[in-house]
């Protein structure tokens, strides 16, 4: 029988084989408590004809097979027949019976069958879960005429609902387990709900991020029984107003309880809408009516923050639309009063204490307008982002590091020279390179100097001066870098190989220090220059691969359908998520139109934006989509990742050939396996 540890197990085994260490600590498990709930997972599987969890020495992993079938009976809830439900799981079990079940009467059989425990037990967990209601002035109540049921003030029971909610959604190894199961028991259509809300949001273009989606969907399922019963409770904010009533989540929150029958219930609108509010990202770009308003409290937060820390943002507009996504659903949650919970709080307020601080002092300016406090969960949401603008953007008391190239050899090893150092140090606003004098003329403008030769007048510059070869092996590039980011005071620092290798000489014998300190110069230090130049004989069939084939795929937008394409290349590793966003951009910016031929895109950036070896995948759309610049919808989108203007001319030239050939598009419009695609191709290039 399959238990909370168990499943913990399960789902960390899903996402990753790993040591015994690791899974004793990440659930605080002792190795005895670990075996056995290894032991149980194995019958499971061994009950059901699949193989058992893999264990070498103290290493685990699950076989493939056990793993997809696994993963399918947590997602319909088959796992829930031989699952033993914690002491913690069986109280919001029952709370969730009592929740969803308002308008059916409840006895102890119901729960007993549902949990599959004895009288004496649910006796136990209903008084715990009764002194933990308690503290939000909830009772559980039982008559012969009603049976069990929930008695207090509405809104604090659907709080109590939404912190544990928020809670699970907040733990990645929990997640909606319990929720899944009780609705799965209980038949109720999830994907009918889902769907609803997605159709409705899509064609009123509101977008909610992937949790915040979760957390209102399960929201709208569980809740919907008690808002057909017509409880009467007053909402914390009593709408609507002038402002409310024409957002567009008001007239979704109204859609969607009208598609229930639910079409006479004021509050229940604002209701929903307050959670839509408080779920959905903010965009500037996007004209509403509250725009003003919550723009005007942002530029606030920022001028007051700017005034406590002593700084002034370079890029005020571009801080201010980020914030904006942020600050409008939060400003909704500290509003309505809604939950929320922030699961890294305690390391934010350790990790970025003085910060924090100066956060929530920045924010005390704009209580009075909310006419609420902030609770600390906001506050280190919010920390968390000017941690992230004050580490990414520049700010106006910095200023960039210019460097000068003092080169006195020829064209070509002038060119080296300014492209290692532009790679070596991409931060640095680079003069030259330029002769002495030229250097010595500018000497009030720059802060830093490179040459090619050791002239001493430079040292009379009191500025930093490094030495550099127009050729410089790892080693050398590793001790410039290390060397040049101690001198300019930076916080980035680089590891002394030299440190590294004492230490290891305190618990060891090093029989090669040489190969040692060479292999740790390349691994801390992995640079672009010794990538070989892939072979320009490769063909299509030599870049194309089976997981690198997507048939039938289905895209809300040009922009989704590009990423899509990219995806298995990124999955790889062949180029970075940069390389896909410069794809979107070029696109965006109305620089480029990837159609080579009728339905059929090419779509590419720069090597320089983000690849890391040359490749190339299909993508057969579902539907032909039309791209922003373009005339003609495209069905085949090929996304190439070439890693030079060369290497990949034989490759297109035989996809060029394959364009023309009907029965390749004959085998990408009927194929219902990627191989067959290959297959094709293999046959005509082999």
Known sequence: MIDLKSKKIILTLIEKSCEQTYLLNLLNITKRQLDYSILKINKYLSSNEQSVVVQNTSYYSL?????????????????????????????????????????????????????????????????????????????ITYTREKGYSLVGDELSIRNFFLRNLLKDLSNNLDDTFLYDLFLNQEKVDYLDIKNDIN??????????????????????????????????????????????????????????????????????????????????????????????????????????????????????????????????????????????????????????????????????????????????????????????????????????IVAVIVCQNGIGSSSIVYNRLKFLFPDFLFLGPMETAEALALTNFFDIIFSTVNNLVFYNQDKPFFIVSPIMSDEEEYLLLERVYSQINSYLTYPKITDLLDIFKKYGTISNENGIRKELYQYFYKTDKNNTIENPSLGIRHLIQEDLIQINVSANDWQSALFTAALPLLQKDYINRSYIEKIIDNVNSNRTSFLISKN???????????????????????????FKNDKIPTQYIFTLAAVNKTSHINAMSELVALLEMPDFYEILNTATQANEILTFIKSRFP
Request: net charge positive; aromatic share 10%.
């Open 63 to 139: 076989p493939d097979k056990s793993k997809v079938f696994l993963i399918k009976n947590l997602i319909n809830g088959k796992i829930g027949k031989n699952y033993i439900f914690s002491t913690e799981e069986r109280q919001k079990y029952i709370f969730l019976m009592l929740l969803y079940h308002v308008n059916t009467y409840l006895s102890s059989l119901h729960f007993l069958s549902a949990l599959n425990i004895s009288k004496t037990t649910l006796n136990n967990d209903i008084k715990q879960l009764g002194l933990l209601l308690s503290s939000e002035d909830i009772l």
């Open 600 to 626: 059929v895109s090419l779509a590419h950036a720069k090597p320089e934006d983000g690849v890391n070896s040359l490749s190339l995948s299909i993508t057969v759309l579902k539907k032909p989509m039309l």
């Open 199 to 400: 159709e409705i949001m899509l064609k009123n273009e509101i977008f909610l991020g992937e949790k915040r989606k979760k957390e209102f969907i399960y929201t709208v399922i569980f809740l919907l029984p008690r808002m057909t019963k017509k409880l009467e409770y007053i909402p914390v904010i009593s709408m609507p107003n002038k402002i409310i009533i024409k957002l567009q989540e008001y007239h979704i929150s109204s859609e969607l309880l009208k598609l229930y029958k639910i079409d006479d219930n004021t509050y229940e609108v604002q209701y929903l809408t307050s959670l839509l509010l408080g779920n959905s990202v903010g965009n500037r770009d996007i004209k509403t009516v509250d725009q003003e308003l919550i723009l005007n409290i942002v530029q606030i937060i920022i001028s007051r923050f700017e005034q406590l820390l002593g700084i002034k943002f370079d890029n005020n507009d571009d801080i201010s639309k980020k914030l904006y996504s942020h600050f409008r659903p939060a400003y909704y949650r500290i509003l309505f009063r809604l939950p929320i919970i922030n699961p890294i709080l305690d390391k934010v307020k350790g990790e970025f204490n003085k910060l924090f601080l100066i956060v929530k002092e920045t924010l005390k300016i704009i209580c009075p307008i909310i006419n609420n406090d902030i609770p600390d969960d906001e506050i280190s949401f919010l920390t968390i982002y000017f941690a992230a603008i004050l580490d990414e953007n520049k700010i106006s008391t910095n200023q960039q």
